[in-house]
């Protein structure tokens, strides 16, 4: 099962040791590992999955490879407004292109992980 984690972490160098970690893992094993998503706030988080992005994942997920147009068709959204929305999405590695041109969400599993603690 490919699996994507989403996370807000503000510490760029916490972030470079996991990518590290999970680099060497990938290079010993051979097997590709789990893809993590690093946002630095939740602010650049929601820039990039907005409501609308996050509904074009879960569509998207639901009817496997599809094509723009039925992509749109199945969110009743206009062609362009969902074409700009899966740009940013293929951007961001969180949706692809297959070699038939038809766009899919990469991933069996999305989990979303961060925390909002209290400063004491």
Do not use: C
């Amino acid at each position: 099962m490919t699996t994507a984690t989403i996370r807000i972490q503000k510490d760029d160098e916490a972030v470079l040791q996991q990518a590290a970690k999970g680099f060497l893992e990938a290079w010993k094993t051979g097997e590709p590992q789990d893809h993590v998503f690093s946002f630095s706030s939740p602010e650049q988080l929601f820039t990039v999955l907005t409501p609308k992005r996050w509904t074009l994942i879960e569509t998207l997920q639901g009817l496997g490879p599809s094509t723009y147009r039925a992509l749109a068709h199945a969110l009743s959204r206009d062609v362009k407004r969902v074409h700009e929305d899966t740009a940013v999405l293929i951007e961001w590695g969180l949706v692809e292109i297959n070699e038939d041109g038809r766009i899919h969400v990469p991933y069996e599993v999305i989990h979303a992980d961060f925390d909002l603690r209290s400063v004491a």
